[in-house]
């Protein structure tokens, strides 16, 4: 029978694999789950209306899903831990593939889609990380972990949470429910953060940031 003092390491070990331990209260809301205060709005479609496609009800940032676009922050960002929940509910639109991404570093002129790092939000492979709108010569990286992912992620009607650190030398990891599943680095290193609309019905809440110095 393990020993009390190699039960104790066990426990400091699970704890330090979950990834940065940072207290709560150290995040500050960037959605007040009221109405989209500090956000602005890009829809591929210029004669949709936005309230209809980002719909802040029940503390929550729910999108139906159409036309295609994204939200995104007033202010720029850098060198920051992001935390969101989300969820699928299961009144999805017919052939949905379940879809959203997270935009990150978000450079301008806002299209469908903008010059940004997107750690995906679709389902099946939630967290992997792209680079849009990058020329072919601009240095990235990315690792994905399928398993990792599998093991951690609950199903898509279901809360998930999502922690996206990104670091100011450009790098970037991803975890879902505590755990890593994806890390990246490319020469983009700040600019508003967003949230796509891409076909599915996804809710979001508790979007949250802790900046760092």
Known sequence: MPSLLARSLAVALLVLSAGPAFAQDDFKPLFNGKDLTGWRTF???????????FVAKDG??????FPNGYVYTDKSYKNYVLQYSWTYPKNQPEKTTMNTGCLMHIHEP???????VEPQGRYKDHGKIFFMGFAKEAKTESKFDEEALKKAIKPSHEWNTTEVTANADGSIEV???????????SPLTEGP????????RVHFKDIKIKERK
């Open 110 to 116: 806002h299209k469908v889609w903008p010059h940004c």
């Open 193 to 200: 953060i967003g949230f796509q609309s891409e076909a599915a």
């Open 43 to 53: 829809l591929k479609d210029e004669k949709a209306d936005p309230a209809k496609s």
């Open 60 to 65: 929550e940032l729910q999108v139906p899903g």
């Open 175 to 185: 975890r879902v429910n505590g755990t890593l599943v994806a890390t990246g680095k």
